[in-house]
């Protein structure tokens, strides 16, 4: 990794800040001052120290967002506001990515990382992650529309989604459930209730795999993982 770069990962500002650091000799490797920015370091290896200040490297970040209403789940976008418009300066420099998506108009818990090997377990459809909702429908949800639901159901394009375990919480004109799902077909949970001639009015993600949203982060809200947090989401680290 670029010396450079390394630094701007590790908050010593920009990459033309970080250079004007460098190259007044205020940066040393192994010991020994180092002048050029593009200069080679090994982080896992290599001490570095800025002003005397060791440069702990973090290679990846893990946040837990409250997504909320109104902001889309991309990285940049020329409209709307972005989830990741929502993270600070020292959390964009990481240059996180949204672990899949949310509609714009749902809220609930959104991983949000630039560890591409984590994202592509928690998305593969091979590892059959599981993801809850918590919806309001306009319209009475029966038992028949829980038993098609473990059943998997059939979407307007023909695609036959995996079963879902449908929880009724409120049966009524407008109805509350909790929806388990493995998959993240598009508009997936609105369709999937389309397919039982029902209409989602409200929808937030309480949890993926083993993360639950922190009830306690306020819509639009976010904070890193915890350790345990992550070691319990990472199929990775299961045994």
Known sequence: MRLDKLLGNNGFGTRKDVKQLVRKGTVRVNGVTEKDPGAHVNPEKDSVDVLGEPVIHQEFIYIMMNKPPGVISATEDKWDQTVIDLLSENEQRFEPFPVGRLDKDTEGLLLITNDGKLTHELLSPKKDIPKTYFAKIDGVVTEEDTIAFSNGVTLEDGFHTKPGILNILVSGPISEIELTITEGKFHQVKRMFEAVDKQV???????????????????????????????????????
């Open 201 to 239: 009015v409200y929808l937030k993600r309480l949890s993926m795999g083993n993360l639950s949203l922190d009830e306690s982060l306020p819509l639009g809200h976010y904070r890193e993982l915890t350790e345990q947090e992550l070691n319990d989401l990472d199929p990775r680290k299961k045994g």
